[in-house]
């Protein structure tokens, strides 16, 4: 069965970059079935999209946040990887790292998902 | 972008009640839908995909339909542990919108 635990900083400063780290385990980041991806929430509110990336490593970005966000693949640790540059207070959320099925019709929905990990922008 | 909108926000309803929540999408989105449970402090749990298939584990209680832009989630006999937050989801192969959530409290 495969899980994914998010790890990273849990304060960074404003204007700095947010990094952060999923683990894959129980399966490999680089089966081709999967596709990976980050989503936010922050407190009180809703989910919000930060973008994914498939086997082949292309990706794709929240038109909202595109100039900021590198998503990344790491195949020799099984890890997929967020960078948020330039972060705001308007940052501050949980953020889980989720995965779904990729289908001949192109992809399904996030069945697989991180438990979470707070991060708090903040000098 | 296609936006997704969930109506209500807030739905009270007591144990044994049947509930309805719809999401409508800006444009056609085809049967591209999914609906989410989320309990606080929880990660979102996959209920529904491609608008009307039931996740493997989930009961056969929660069901969805819909399609084009307008979708609904149905409970049909409420329990105790069904009062959560409840998102839909559009996805394709290029990006992915949440709807803003509607909070399913106790009466």
């Known amino acids: 069965q495969v899980q994914l635990h998010e790890s990273g900083p849990g304060l960074v400063k404003p204007s700095q970059t947010l990094s952060l780290t999923c683990t894959v385990s129980?399966?490999?980041?680089?089966?081709?079935?999967?596709?990976w991806s980050w989503i936010r929430q922050p407190a009180g509110k809703g989910l919000e999209w930060i973008g994914r990336i498939y086997t082949s490593g292309s990706t794709n970005y929240n038109p909202s946040l595109k100039s900021r966000v590198t998503i990344s693949g790491d195949t020799s640790k099984n890890q997929f990887s967020l960078k948020l540059s330039s972060v705001t207070a308007a940052d501050t959320a949980v953020y889980y790292c989720a995965g779904g099925q990729v289908v001949l019709a192109g992809i399904d929905a996030l069945d697989i998902w991180g438990q979470g990990t707070m991060v708090t922008v903040s000098s | 972008d296609i936006q997704m909108t969930q109506s209500p926000s807030t739905l009270s309803a007591s144990v044994g009640d049947r509930v309805t929540i719809t999401c409508r999408a800006s444009?056609?989105?085809?049967?591209?839908l999914a609906w989410y449970q989320q309990k606080p402090g929880k990660a979102p749990k996959l209920l529904i995909y491609k608008a009307s298939n039931l996740e493997s584990g989930v009961p056969s209680r929660f069901s969805g339909s819909g399609s084009g832009t307008e979708f609904t989630l149905t409970i049909s006999t409420l329990q105790p542990e069904d009062f959560a937050t409840y998102y839909c989801?559009?996805?394709?192969?290029?990006?992915?919108?949440f709807g803003q959530g509607t909070k399913l409290e106790i009466k």
């Open positions: 129980g399966g490999s980041i680089n089966s081709g079935s999967y596709y």
């Open positions: 989801q559009h996805y394709n192969s290029y990006s992915c919108t």
């Open positions: 444009q056609s989105i085809s049967s591209w």
